[in-house]
């Protein structure tokens, strides 16, 4: 998926999908990249994430920049407003969370991240991940942090699962989440503050790092279109 996202992000970086055309159909695409449709549908979704085409329904995928914005977008929320929200919630709930926590929070953080250790499935990880961080706010006990991470649940997992698919980020994220439990566990706030902090900053990191300008090495992994592969 990866080389199939940077094939067409240079292609549109270079003019040769200008603003306002049409992309390919899937099925062309597909037949093109030597590539399944879910893997298609995967750049096809990063892409508009990374606000360089629109989807019509009915009439397909249109280019509508030649090059990524600075801020993409997850939902109903752009990533900077996303991001900013998040410090200022997901940080000190975790510094709440270390003085709260119950048995059960625990064991319940555990378990979510033995499976999130196991998991090679980026579609349940991902699920999971957003469920790690509603159970450090339950953990806090105070019913509105919950509401608030139950409200950007939605732009959580797509920003998730973009991070995970474009920036490996599944296992630095769990070493970051044993962190985040493990100083649950010892109830030290000043711990479980400097792992979440440590955590939302290689987040925006790596969100960074994907909608930066193609380089000589993203375009060197893209697959040729005559259906070659390198």
Same mark, same amino acid.
């Given at each position: 998926?990866?080389?199939?996202?940077?094939?067409?992000?240079?292609?549109?970086?270079?003019?040769?999908?200008?603003?306002?055309?049409?992309?390919?159909?899937?099925?062309?695409?597909?037949?093109?990249?030597?590539?399944?449709?879910?893997?298609?549908?995967?750049?096809?979704?990063?892409?508009?994430?990374?606000?360089?085409?629109?989807?019509?329904?009915?009439?397909?995928?249109?280019?509508?920049?030649?090059?990524?914005?600075?801020?993409?977008?997850?939902?109903?929320?752009?990533?900077?407003?996303?991001?900013?929200?998040?410090?200022?919630?997901?940080?000190?709930?975790?510094?709440?969370?270390?003085?709260?926590?119950?048995?059960?929070?625990?064991?319940?953080?555990?378990?979510?991240?033995?499976?999130?250790?196991?998991?090679?499935?980026?579609?349940?990880?991902?699920?999971?991940?957003?469920?790690?961080?509603?159970?450090?706010?339950?953990?806090? &006990?105070?019913?509105?942090?919950? /509401?608030?991470?139950?409200? $950007?649940?939605? !732009? #959580? @997992?797509?920003? +998730?699962?973009?991070?995970?698919?474009?920036?490996? &980020?599944?296992?630095?994220?769990? /070493?970051?989440?044993?962190? $985040?439990?493990? !100083? #649950? @566990?010892?109830? +030290?706030?000043?711990?479980?503050?400097?792992?979440?902090?440590?955590?939302?900053?290689?987040?925006?990191?790596?969100?960074?790092?994907?909608?930066?300008?193609?380089?000589?090495?993203?375009?060197?992994?893209?697959?040729?279109?005559?259906?070659?592969?390198?």
């Amino acid at each position: 998926m990866e080389a199939v996202l940077a094939h067409l992000r240079e292609a549109i970086e270079r003019g040769d999908y200008a603003v306002g055309d049409k992309l390919p159909s899937e099925a062309e695409l597909c037949r093109r990249l030597e590539v399944s449709r879910p893997v298609l549908r995967e750049a096809l979704r990063a892409l508009q994430t990374m606000g360089l085409t629109a989807s019509r329904t009915g009439k397909g995928t249109f280019v509508i920049s030649s090059g990524p914005v600075a801020d993409p977008t997850f939902g109903d929320y752009a990533a900077s407003d996303l991001m900013e929200v998040r410090r200022h919630i997901e940080i000190p709930v975790a510094g709440y969370a270390a003085q709260r926590r119950r048995a059960e929070d625990l064991d319940q953080l555990s378990h979510l991240l033995e499976r999130m250790e196991r998991e090679t499935d980026t579609t349940a990880w991902v699920a999971m991940d957003t469920l790690f961080h509603l159970a450090v706010a339950q953990a806090a &006990r105070n019913p509105v942090f919950r /509401r608030v991470i139950e409200e $950007i649940r939605d !732009a #959580l @997992a797509r920003q +998730s699962a973009f991070l995970t698919e474009l920036g490996g &980020r599944r296992e630095q994220s769990n /070493r970051e989440h044993r962190a $985040i439990v493990e !100083a #649950l @566990a010892d109830g +030290s706030e000043h711990d479980a503050v400097e792992a979440m902090t440590h955590h939302l900053r290689r987040v925006e990191t790596t969100l960074t790092s994907i909608v930066r300008p193609a380089t000589a090495d993203d375009r060197a992994t893209a697959p040729a279109e005559d259906g070659r592969r390198r």
